[in-house]
């Protein structure tokens, strides 16, 4: 070949070279992400202490704060609050959400059926009175809590329209079968996580309709609810503790999030 070829072929390889290292042709960078929490107390982390706001009972250590630590989004707004039904979420949480928003998690429908009174049902009176209002509680999920969660849904995109949502599901609160000293009978935490199934059954079904994720709690927590020797849920105030954030919700969220 002449030496004239040998120096064209050399200055065509360095120039491809250049352009290869050239900061213009590199990959992209990631998007950034602007996220915002939303949701109740399973989101806000009531129970799990370290309180950022105790108004709200939001916890450092509730997952959406330990994402927001793991992976240093450009925004991070923390609106969940513990006690938040639909209509709180609709009247305040959701004016968090705009056209730069890219991330939202959303936990919520477990007080609008009527969780805290069903419990308390469950806990202090009767197995016939814990299955009642369990049934009451059943009712309103099939009945009512689709369509509320329909018209949520639908504002969440609206507000939202270029963000991935995770919608996170609630876990078993108890351990069936076997005993549990100072805990429900088998009976009553049978129908207390039959419950749960009829709750994230259709929580799942809308968010799904939605064309939203859904990061289901009750494997997350599988081993680890109440009556187990290693409860990541605390049996006074029937919420995740810190550690079920960490080592249960966290990596449900994580594993439902695109790119983590």
């Excluded at 070949?1 to 900061?23: D, N």
């Amino acid at each position: 070949m002449p030496l004239s070829r040998y120096a064209g072929a050399a200055l065509l390889a360095l120039a491809v070279a250049t352009v290869a290292m050239s900061p213009a042709a590199a990959a992209p960078e990631a998007a950034e992400v602007n996220y915002v929490a939303l949701g109740d107390s399973y989101a806000s982390g009531t129970g799990a202490g370290n309180y950022s706001d105790a108004a709200c009972t939001r916890s450092r250590n509730a997952y959406p704060a330990l994402w927001a630590d793991a992976h240093d989004p450009a925004s991070f707004t923390f609106a969940a609050c513990g006690g938040a039904k639909i209509p709180d979420v609709l009247s305040g949480q959701v004016d968090d959400l705009d056209e730069d928003t890219t991330l939202v998690s959303l936990s919520i429908g477990g007080n609008d059926s009527g969780f805290a009174s069903t419990m308390l049902s469950c806990q202090y009176s009767t197995r016939s009175a814990c299955e009642r209002a369990l049934e009451t509680a059943g009712e309103y999920v099939v009945n009512e809590l689709p369509g509320e969660l329909d018209s949520l849904y639908a504002t969440v995109r609206a507000r939202a329209p270029h963000a991935e949502v995770v919608v996170i599901g609630y876990p078993y609160l108890y351990k069936e079968g076997g005993l549990c000293l100072g805990g429900l009978s088998s009976a009553k935490r049978t129908a207390v996580n039959q419950g749960s199934d009829l709750l994230n059954e259709t929580i799942a079904g809308r968010a799904a309709a939605a064309g939203f994720a859904f990061a289901d709690g009750r494997p997350a927590f599988s081993g680890h609810e109440i009556c187990t020797s290693d409860a990541w849920i605390s049996s006074s105030n029937i919420h995740p503790t810190a550690e079920g954030h960490k080592s249960a919700y966290l990596p449900a969220f994580s594993a439902a999030v695109s790119g983590t």
